[in-house]
């Protein structure tokens, strides 16, 4: 049986602030719902099942949020899902979302991944002291800054390319009203003036920790006919891989289930030169340096020249290969929803709904997502044109 | 659709895991039991999903390590849902009828031992005007039993029977915490635990894991002479508020085997962790008084959270296998007083109109 | 840094257990409909909201169920009500309304269309009734939660409304907080617990995965490439190379070591696998990937089974590895 083709047809978020202190958890969730829905010309009634995505319940306190929020999502009588695949989980759960209309078991799913990082303390929830283990990487910083320093001692890296990516990135969210840093005046060198963390990372190439929320209306060929709009991000293709957190000899740099859904990825969709055939991309980069490891990893660049194109202006938004144009998660970081806003993003790309941020002519797009040790990948390509398979 | 059928089902329980809440111990046999059921390797699986709960373990991420039992370099495709596994395998389902891959895995685990269980599921009730109480899962269920009580839906022996069958029939179930043939009259004898709930009437607190196995036509035929072909696989949610819904009916559950088709079947496996549950769910999918209920004895008798809805289809599934069911129904259910219910139909044939 | 030396009896079970707490009072935002009810809470007044179809809800849900609309209006019901059902909590559990036995019910207050979840604080059982009459204890210090309602408590068969007598005026409630206190068991695998157990002797125990015969340190519980337990046990040296390291510079919650310090991967000798560790007795600028490093213990009388009794690991003055023989473990 053939996989019936489906589209992006309504994107919301929510306003992304460190705390989000004039809404609750629902509240917070249907700014971004409305949103969508209101873009895909839709209400709570035409909507056939929902899925929610992300990351730990420990974040908010409340043990699989999904089943509280069911009434205010409109969800009561209808199926729904929930999704958690650490980091990746926004990717992944578009995915999930994608997969329900893709197998024609529903004409318009909404979905919604989101964290209010401000009910507690990210740094707390992910370090809770295990018994006869000594912590000593201090939190998700700690945890990837050895694997950056890999990788600049395997690249050859210059040291100001993480310096670079963040302020690209901050550069970007200026263009972006929901972004969560306007942080105006950032240049390389004050990054690189910035406060050294986690050495080899800086203050300013860390993502911040952000209240927030994103949704999709993702419909079927038939549905997105019914509807009114004209400009849907259609799917071209959706990958995951896993593979473990910890393994005798597992590259942490360059990690193969990366490189195997990219592989996947562009296979599915028909691209044989990504660099070439992709306008844009919406990549997981919590941390700078994960620019140029996650273009090397997702086959833009041969191996250790990523940092080339970084270097050369290129993943600037007048860039050869534009990345992260909304300011990505160094500007905006609600965990569990980051993936999806990659993924959202994207799409806005190809539907030519960006607005300042928008590349033009952006016809093909990837949004990516990553979680966990760097093990877990969710990535999808959407484009301006019904897929040809 | 495509056809897709239940070719493996293994499951481990026990009152007390001594062991890591990763679950690993009980993981690798049981996906060592799956292999040699189908006669596969990891490779003949194209697509891997889990159910667990972060709070269950008491840690984030604490799906991460499961994975390990799997053996995923090279990576594999894979996906976690913070749900019973049973809604796992929705998801594995949904994969395989999209085309992508021919056949999956699902497993689900969890060690409820390792805290109060009754209190951590308060955490799943609205965080503000709920939670901060903690109204823990006996207490919302004693006000469902007596609501149904008091409304003359059901009588304390209707419960007692149902607990008395369910602990008789487990008695051939070797992975059943509570089992033994037991008579109505000896369910009356106990005391009041929860007034108006004996403790047979909730389900006992228990660890354990088990997976599934799920392949699309050829495939499936590949593994197992009769498997159990998916005739119809739906689930609905309601509002968790109590005062948002009717707590002695069932309507996701009425709507789920509404639409999934509930004709003809002949032995129904019901994810009832309180007695007075599975009277409400019999109800809600309007099972005919010759259907046999939980032969395996059911949630009253093991309940492991995150597998006891995937357990519920396996052990339909393997009614199917055996021959003693032709047609056979499973029901999941998850969240505060059956909030979100699900119902799988399985047949030894595929329908003819596929 | 936490110490689990007081657990005498997990040497004599299968695997160690240790007592873990996963504590954290979450601070909660709660938007316009909450806000309003749990103002008005702290003021000793009880609000329903007002649905669509005409309905007064309590609590007041945010969205109607039906339009899916924002609700807006609120209005003040009874602080007395009628039990709808109930049920008895002979053991109640930590941080419910009361200590001592009480009832869970669902209270229909006076005015309101949909009951209340709440506690019912009576003698006994016997003292339950669906249908008796209730009114609302309010707490003595009022904080603008759910729990300013302390409990219910029996209010005579003719009892009416007491409430809503005070004006709304007080500092608006906008956020409450939710402490999450929960205690585990916590118990390590079997393959940890051998682990766990040789460094309470100063040994490092690693194992060999009989598939792929790599050296695990922790072993493994599965073998996350084979997907079978690690298994033959291999005594491993105090010693090895660090791979790859950061330098933390970062205060944390619950962080005992100071900063600066470097945390690094060390890769035993004989391991196949490096684990995350501690670098001292080095300026952390002079830290580099490949150098030598040993063990430094905590004196001897110090040691459980915990992998804090290597204190740290300092440079053992050798030449640094060839990058080629670790590269792969990067």
């Given at each position: 049986?053939?996989?019936?083709?489906?589209?992006?047809?309504?994107?919301?978020?929510?306003?992304?602030?460190?705390?989000?202190?004039?809404?609750?958890?629902?509240?917070?969730?249907?700014?971004?719902?409305?949103?969508?829905?209101?873009?895909?010309?839709?209400?709570?009634?035409?909507?056939?099942?929902?899925?929610?995505?992300?990351?730990?319940?420990?974040?908010?306190?409340?043990?699989?949020?999904?089943?509280?929020?069911?009434?205010?999502?409109?969800?009561?009588?209808?199926?729904?899902?929930?999704?958690?695949?650490?980091?990746?989980?926004?990717?992944?759960?578009?995915?999930?979302?994608?997969?329900?209309?893709?197998?024609?078991?529903?004409?318009?799913?909404?979905?919604?991944?989101?964290?209010?990082?401000?009910?507690?303390?990210?740094?707390?929830?992910?370090?809770?002291?295990?018994?006869?283990?000594?912590?000593?990487?201090?939190?998700?910083?700690?945890?990837?800054?050895?694997?950056?320093?890999?990788?600049?001692?395997?690249?050859?890296?210059?040291?100001?390319?993480?310096?670079?990516?963040?302020?690209?990135?901050?550069?970007?969210?200026?263009?972006?009203?929901?972004?969560?840093?306007?942080?105006?005046?950032?240049?390389?060198?004050?990054?690189?003036?910035?406060?050294?963390?986690?050495?080899?990372?800086?203050?300013?190439?860390?993502?911040?920790?952000?209240?927030?929320?994103?949704?999709?209306?993702?419909?079927?060929?038939?549905?997105?006919?019914?509807?009114?709009?004209?400009?849907?991000?259609?799917?071209?293709?959706?990958?995951?891989?896993?593979?473990?957190?910890?393994?005798?000899?597992?590259?942490?740099?360059?990690?193969?289930?990366?490189?195997?859904?990219?592989?996947?990825?562009?296979?599915?969709?028909?691209?044989?030169?990504?660099?070439?055939?992709?306008?844009?991309?919406?990549?997981?980069?919590?941390?700078?340096?994960?620019?140029?490891?996650?273009?090397?990893?997702?086959?833009?660049?041969?191996?250790?020249?990523?940092?080339?194109?970084?270097?050369?202006?290129?993943?600037?938004?007048?860039?050869?290969?534009?990345?992260?144009?909304?300011?990505?998660?160094?500007?905006?970081?609600?965990?569990?929803?980051?993936?999806?806003?990659?993924?959202?993003?994207?799409?806005?790309?190809?539907?030519?709904?960006?607005?300042?941020?928008?590349?033009?002519?952006?016809?093909?797009?990837?949004?990516?997502?990553?979680?966990?040790?760097?093990?877990?990948?969710?990535?999808?390509?959407?484009?301006?044109?019904?897929?040809?398979? | 659709?495509?056809?897709?059928?239940?070719?493996?089902?293994?499951?481990?329980?026990?009152?007390?895991?001594?062991?890591?809440?990763?679950?690993?111990?009980?993981?690798?046999?049981?996906?060592?039991?799956?292999?040699?059921?189908?006669?596969?390797?990891?490779?003949?699986?194209?697509?891997?999903?889990?159910?667990?709960?972060?709070?269950?373990?008491?840690?984030?991420?604490?799906?991460?390590?499961?994975?390990?039992?799997?053996?995923?370099?090279?990576?594999?495709?894979?996906?976690?849902?913070?749900?019973?596994?049973?809604?796992?395998?929705?998801?594995?389902?949904?994969?395989?009828?999209?085309?992508?891959?021919?056949?999956?895995?699902?497993?689900?685990?969890?060690?409820?031992?390792?805290?109060?269980?009754?209190?951590?599921?308060?955490?799943q009730l609205d965080p503000y005007t709920a939670q901060?109480?903690?109204?823990?899962?006996?207490?919302?269920?004693?006000?469902?039993?007596?609501?149904?009580?008091?409304?003359?839906?059901?009588?304390?022996?209707?419960?007692?029977?149902?607990?008395?069958?369910?602990?008789?029939?487990?008695?051939?179930?070797?992975?059943?915490?509570?089992?033994?043939?037991?008579s109505v009259d000896q369910v009356l004898a106990q005391?009041?635990?929860?007034?108006?709930?004996?403790?047979?009437?909730?389900?006992?607190?228990?660890?354990?894991?088990?997976?599934?196995?799920?392949?699309?036509?050829?495939?499936?035929?590949?593994?197992?002479?009769?498997?159990?072909?998916?005739?119809?696989?739906?689930?609905?949610?309601?509002?968790?508020?109590?005062?948002?819904?009717?707590?002695?009916?069932?309507?996701?559950?009425?709507?789920?085997?509404?639409?999934?088709?509930?004709?003809?079947?002949?032995?129904?496996?019901?994810?009832?962790?309180?007695?007075?549950?599975?009277?409400?769910?019999?109800?809600?999918?309007?099972?005919?008084?010759?259907?046999?209920?939980?032969?395996?004895?059911?949630?009253?008798?093991?309940?492991?959270?995150?597998?006891?809805?995937?357990?519920?289809?396996?052990?339909?599934?393997?009614?199917?296998?055996?021959?003693?069911?032709?047609?056979?129904?499973?029901?999941?259910?998850?969240?505060?007083?059956?909030?979100?219910?699900?119902?799988?139909?399985?047949?030894?044939?595929?329908?003819?109109?596929? | 840094?936490?110490?689990?030396?007081?657990?005498?009896?997990?040497?004599?079970?299968?695997?160690?257990?240790?007592?873990?707490?996963?504590?954290?009072?979450?601070?909660?935002?709660?938007?316009?409909?909450?806000?309003?009810?749990?103002?008005?809470?702290?003021?000793?007044?009880?609000?329903?909201?007002?649905?669509?179809?005409?309905?007064?809800?309590?609590?007041?849900?945010?969205?109607?169920?039906?339009?899916?609309?924002?609700?807006?209006?609120?209005?003040?019901?009874?602080?007395?009500?009628?039990?709808?059902?109930?049920?008895?909590?002979?053991?109640?559990?930590?941080?419910?309304?009361?200590?001592?036995?009480?009832?869970?019910?669902?209270?229909?207050?006076?005015?309101?269309?949909?009951?209340?979840?709440?506690?019912?604080?009576?003698?006994?059982?016997?003292?339950?009734?669906?249908?008796?009459?209730?009114?609302?204890?309010?707490?003595?210090?009022?904080?603008?939660?759910?729990?300013?309602?302390?409990?219910?408590?029996?209010?005579?068969?003719?009892?009416?409304?007491?409430?809503?007598?005070?004006?709304?005026?007080?500092?608006?409630?906008?956020?409450?907080?939710?402490?999450?206190?929960?205690?585990?068991?916590?118990?390590?695998?079997?393959?940890?617990?051998?682990f766990f157990r040789g460094l309470a002797e100063g040994?490092?125990?690693?194992?060999?995965?009989?598939?792929?015969?790599?050296?695990?340190?922790?072993?493994?519980?599965?073998?996350?490439?084979?997907?079978?337990?690690?298994?033959?046990?291999?005594?491993?040296?105090?010693?090895?190379?660090?791979?790859?390291?950061?330098?933390?510079?970062?205060?944390?919650?619950?962080?005992?070591?100071?900063?600066?310090?470097?945390?690094?991967?060390?890769?035993?000798?004989?391991?196949?696998?490096?684990?995350?560790?501690?670098?001292?007795?080095?300026?952390?600028?002079?830290?580099?990937?490949?150098?030598?490093?040993?063990?430094?213990?905590?004196?001897?009388?110090?040691?459980?089974?915990?992998?804090?009794?290597?204190?740290?690991?300092?440079?053992?003055?050798?030449?640094?590895?060839?990058?080629?023989?670790?590269?792969?473990?990067?």
């Amino acid at each position: 049986m053939a996989k019936i083709p489906a589209a992006v047809i309504g994107v919301g978020q929510t306003h992304h602030r460190a705390k989000r202190e004039d809404v609750s958890i629902a509240g917070l969730l249907r700014e971004a719902v409305d949103r969508a829905l209101l873009d895909a010309g839709l209400t709570f009634d035409d909507i056939d099942a929902v899925v929610v995505g992300k990351a730990p319940d420990l974040f908010e306190g409340v043990m699989m949020p999904e089943l509280y929020l069911a009434d205010a999502l409109g969800a009561a009588g209808k199926p729904l899902l929930r999704v958690h695949t650490a980091g990746s989980v926004g990717g992944s759960t578009a995915i999930v979302a994608a997969s329900l209309v893709q197998s024609g078991v529903h004409e318009r799913v909404l979905t919604v991944a989101f964290e209010k990082q401000s009910e507690s303390n990210a740094m707390w929830a992910l370090s809770i002291p295990v018994p006869f283990i000594m912590p000593v990487h201090a939190g998700a910083g700690g945890y990837f800054a050895p694997h950056v320093r890999s990788y600049i001692r395997r690249s050859g890296a210059p040291g100001h390319i993480g310096a670079m990516v963040a302020a690209k990135d901050r550069q970007n969210a200026l263009k972006n009203p929901y972004a969560h840093l306007h942080n105006e005046g950032t240049t390389v060198e004050s990054v690189l003036a910035s406060t050294m963390l986690w050495d080899p990372i800086r203050y300013d190439e860390t993502c911040p920790s952000s209240d927030g929320a994103c949704a999709l209306v993702i419909a079927s060929e038939a549905a997105v006919a019914a509807s009114g709009v004209t400009n849907p991000a259609w799917i071209h293709g959706t990958q995951m891989r896993s593979e473990p957190t910890t393994a005798a000899e597992r590259d942490q740099v360059n990690p193969q289930a990366g490189r195997d859904a990219s592989a996947a990825l562009w296979k599915q969709a028909g691209i044989t030169n990504p660099i070439e055939e992709i306008d844009c991309a919406e990549i997981y980069v919590p941390f700078s340096w994960f620019e140029p490891m996650w273009i090397e990893n997702l086959g833009f660049s041969g191996l250790g020249d990523g940092w080339k194109l970084t270097e050369a202006g290129e993943t600037e938004i007048s860039g050869k290969l534009p990345i992260n144009m909304s300011g990505g998660v160094l500007s905006s970081n609600p965990i569990g929803a980051s993936g999806m806003l990659r993924f959202a993003e994207a799409s806005l790309q190809v539907m030519g709904e960006a607005g300042e941020h928008q590349v033009d002519g952006a016809r093909k797009a990837l949004g990516h997502a990553y979680g966990g040790g760097s093990q877990f990948f969710a990535m999808w390509v959407v484009g301006a044109d019904k897929p040809a398979n | 659709m495509r056809d897709v059928a239940v070719v493996g089902f293994a499951q481990r329980q026990m009152k007390e895991l001594d062991g890591s809440p990763t679950c690993l111990e009980i993981l690798v046999p049981i996906l060592a039991d799956l292999y040699e059921q189908t006669g596969w390797t990891k490779s003949d699986i194209g697509f891997w999903c889990s159910g667990s709960s972060d709070y269950l373990a008491g840690r984030s991420f604490s799906f991460v390590s499961a994975v390990d039992a799997i053996g995923t370099l090279p990576p594999v495709m894979e996906s976690h849902v913070e749900m019973d596994a049973a809604w796992a395998m929705y998801e594995a389902w949904i994969k395989i009828q999209t085309g992508e891959v021919d056949s999956a895995l699902v497993y689900g685990f969890g060690k409820s031992s390792a805290g109060i269980l009754r209190r951590i599921l308060a955490l799943q009730l609205d965080p503000y005007t709920a939670q901060p109480l903690w109204p823990d899962t006996v207490s919302l269920a004693g006000i469902q039993a007596r609501e149904g009580l008091e409304k003359g839906l059901w009588d304390e022996a209707a419960m007692a029977s149902v607990v008395a069958r369910s602990m008789s029939d487990a008695a051939s179930n070797e992975w059943a915490i509570r089992r033994g043939a037991t008579s109505v009259d000896q369910v009356l004898a106990q005391p009041l635990y929860a007034d108006p709930l004996r403790r047979w009437d909730c389900a006992p607190v228990s660890d354990g894991a088990a997976g599934i196995v799920i392949a699309a036509g050829d495939k499936a035929l590949q593994a197992r002479q009769r498997p159990a072909w998916i005739s119809g696989f739906e689930h609905r949610i309601e509002p968790i508020a109590l005062n948002a819904r009717s707590l002695v009916t069932s309507t996701s559950t009425a709507a789920a085997g509404a639409a999934a088709g509930v004709d003809g079947v002949d032995l129904a496996e019901l994810h009832a962790p309180f007695s007075h549950q599975e009277l409400i769910l019999r109800s809600a999918l309007g099972l005919a008084d010759d259907v046999r209920i939980n032969p395996s004895g059911g949630a009253l008798t093991a309940n492991p959270m995150f597998s006891a809805g995937l357990n519920r289809i396996g052990e339909a599934a393997k009614a199917i296998w055996a021959g003693e069911s032709d047609k056979a129904l499973a029901h999941a259910t998850s969240g505060p007083v059956l909030q979100q219910n699900m119902v799988v139909t399985m047949a030894a044939s595929i329908k003819e109109d596929s | 840094m936490f110490h689990f030396c007081a657990m005498a009896p997990s040497t004599e079970q299968r695997v160690l257990h240790a007592p873990m707490k996963v504590e954290f009072d979450y601070t909660r935002s709660l938007g316009p409909v909450l806000s309003a009810f749990m103002s008005a809470l702290k003021q000793h007044s009880v609000l329903g909201g007002v649905l669509a179809d005409g309905r007064v809800v309590v609590p007041p849900p945010e969205y109607d169920p039906v339009t899916h609309a924002a609700v807006t209006e609120l209005v003040p019901v009874s602080d007395v009500g009628t039990v709808l059902s109930w049920s008895w909590v002979a053991d109640p559990v930590s941080q419910q309304p009361l200590e001592v036995p009480f009832a869970f019910a669902q209270v229909l207050l006076d005015g309101a269309d949909a009951p209340l979840l709440h506690a019912v604080s009576v003698p006994s059982a016997s003292d339950m009734a669906t249908g008796m009459r209730v009114r609302v204890k309010w707490a003595e210090e009022p904080t603008g939660t759910i729990r300013d309602i302390a409990f219910f408590e029996a209010a005579g068969d003719d009892a009416s409304d007491g409430s809503a007598s005070m004006e709304f005026g007080a500092p608006e409630v906008t956020g409450i907080v939710s402490p999450v206190h929960l205690a585990y068991d916590y118990a390590a695998s079997p393959e940890e617990t051998k682990f766990f157990r040789g460094l309470a002797e100063g040994k490092l125990f690693g194992q060999r995965c009989p598939v792929c015969e790599k050296v695990y340190i922790p072993p493994r519980g599965a073998c996350p490439v084979d997907g079978v337990p690690t298994a033959e046990e291999i005594e491993l040296p105090d010693r090895g190379t660090l791979t790859t390291f950061c330098v933390v510079n970062v205060p944390f919650q619950g962080q005992t070591i100071p900063i600066p310090y470097v945390s690094a991967y060390v890769l035993l000798d004989g391991a196949d696998i490096a684990f995350l560790h501690l670098i001292l007795d080095i300026d952390a600028a002079d830290v580099r990937m490949g150098m030598r490093v040993e063990a430094v213990w905590k004196p001897r009388d110090e040691w459980t089974t915990s992998l804090d009794n290597i204190k740290y690991f300092r440079p053992t003055g050798e030449p640094d590895a060839d990058y080629d023989t670790y590269k792969h473990h990067l």
